[in-house]
T-cell receptor, first 111, second 114 residues
């Protein structure tokens, strides 16, 4: 019973491409988050949203943007992919005050 | 912003022994402290959490303790089993802009040796 779904498990893109990572949750959660996970660096927050059409920068927003047009969907956009954006990207959602449920992750490789 | 330090980065224990992972946080306003377990190739999953009005919480072989004065919290796993082998992340959160934002530690890779 997958509750947070990320559209792709593995993705390979070329430098300079515009990349869209999609995340959908079916738990009616208010909050949604995008993290990237790198070895030795843990989970770092890119962007988050606490309501439709609302977005807030996390710790490492440079080179990324997001879109939340509907409550259940939160998209991460890499405007011009670069090799240093090769990483595992994790989407998560949570109720207003509560723990996260993570998606399975998208492993993005930029060549 | 919040800063979370987690130690150790790797931990090896014999099956049946206890494992302890420690985290410190910087923002005294933080009031929610979850722990996540991530098995190889899988998503992080919440295993236990504690709020700042509680000093200790147990769930079978897992316990979390919180010292608000010292701003540190710990995960204790007793009678470890091979299936406990995973990466464990602590996190701290404070309410901001109407939501909880979690700041994670860098993770501890726990290996339980049969």
């Amino acid at each position: 019973d997958v509750k947070v779904t990320q559209s792709s498990r593995y993705l390979v893109k070329r430098t300079g491409e515009k990349v869209f990572l999609e995340c959908v949750q079916d738990m009616d959660h208010e909050n949604m988050f995008w993290y990237r996970q790198d070895p030795g660096l843990g989970l770092r927050l890119i962007y988050f949203s606490y309501d439709v059409k609302m977005k807030e920068k996390g710790d490492i927003p440079e080179g990324y943007s997001v879109s939340r047009e509907k409550k259940e969907r939160f998209s991460l956009i890499l405007e011009s992919a670069s090799t240093n954006q090769t990483s595992m990207y994790l989407c998560a959602s949570s109720p207003r005050q509560g723990g996260y449920t993570f998606g399975s992750g998208t492993r993005l490789t930029v060549v | 912003g919040e800063n979370v330090e987690q130690h150790p980065s790797t931990l090896s224990v014999q099956e049946g022994d206890s494992a302890v992972i420690k985290c410190t946080y910087s923002d005294s306003a933080s009031n929610y402290f979850p722990w996540y377990k991530q098995e190889l190739g899988k998503r992080p999953q919440l295993i236990i959490d504690i709020r700042s009005n509680v000093g200790e919480k147990k769930d079978q072989r897992i316990a979390v303790t919180l010292n608000k004065t010292a701003k540190h919290f710990s995960l204790h796993i007793t009678e470890t089993q091979p299936e406990d082998s995973a990466v464990y992340f602590c996190a701290a959160s404070f309410p901001g802009a109407g939501s909880y934002q979690l700041t994670f530690g860098k993770g501890t890779k726990l290996s339980v040796i049969p």
